[in-house]
């Protein structure tokens, strides 16, 4: 049974340096005269994909090929330009860690608002909440707000809520580098178990040896289009000879 498919799917977006023309020089760029259309560019181009329930797939490719954003387009985090994705199935995307927490209030209260976003109820998140904790080794700081927390602690965070639900499709970006080298080995224990489960998972990671024995297909994204979509060995080998020519 297919969990996740896209088809034809782009993604237009902003350039960098047009994300950081605020609104002030925007105004008075207006009034000069001197106004021009934001400069946008193809990050993903009619990217066809579907996965199927328990498959383990891996997204490799350059810094910019389009990674990320596909990973966020795919739980919904990004709009497409144009083309259809359809994901059946509750998704936990392991992308910024911390990312979605607010800062405002309690670290208990951010565990219970971010298991309610990923589909579960207050009381199965209430139930889950001292063994988050335990796993964040953050027990002591159950009351006090986020914002309190430092940036390690927030992805320590970030990761015991989102391992912790059992999700039909787990997202992972490049986070088996969360804390100290104790709490990494915690980190790979736990992504080890959901690999012996039947969780659906799409992983992007540089480590091309763990891809290769972990992941039952590869897709090589160039350039914001897919390269490559097949066998794990295959598809490196294309990843890599396209980056020696580079």
Not at 22 to 35: A, C, M, N, P, Q
Not at 70 to 80: F, H, N, Q, T
Not at 122 to 136: D, G, N, Q, V, Y
Request: glycine content about 8%.
């Amino acid at each position: 049974m297919e969990l996740i498919r896209l088809d034809q799917v782009s993604l237009w977006r902003r350039t960098q340096e047009e994300f950081s023309y605020d609104l002030k020089r925007t105004v008075l760029s207006i009034f000069e005269g001197k106004y021009r259309q934001p400069i946008k560019k193809c990050v993903l181009e009619r990217v066809d994909l579907a996965v199927n329930a328990h498959e383990k797939i891996g997204i490799v490719g350059a810094n910019g090929s389009g990674k990320s954003t596909l990973l966020k387009v795919i739980c919904g985090i990004l709009l497409p330009t144009s083309g259809r994705v359809r994901v059946r199935g509750n998704v936990a995307p392991l992308l910024e860690l911390g990312a979605g927490f607010d800062p405002e209030i309690s670290v208990l209260d951010n565990i219970i608002l971010y298991g309610v976003l990923l589909g579960f109820s207050r009381r199965e998140m209430r139930r889950h909440a001292m063994k988050i904790l335990a796993f964040a080794e953050l027990e002591d700081c159950a009351l006090l707000p986020v914002k309190g927390l430092s940036s390690g602690m927030v992805a320590r965070l970030g990761f015991a809520v989102a391992t912790d639900v059992q999700p039909d499709i787990l997202i992972l970006d490049e986070v088996l580098s969360v804390g100290d080298e104790r709490f990494k080995q915690k980190c790979k224990q736990r992504i080890e178990s959901f690999w012996q489960s039947n969780t659906t998972i799409l992983v992007v990671s540089h480590d091309l040896e763990f891809m290769k024995q972990s992941c039952e297909r590869i897709l090589w994204l160039h350039k914001g289009r897919v390269g490559f979509l097949g066998e794990p060995e295959e598809a490196i080998a294309h990843y890599l000879e396209s980056s020696q020519m580079n």
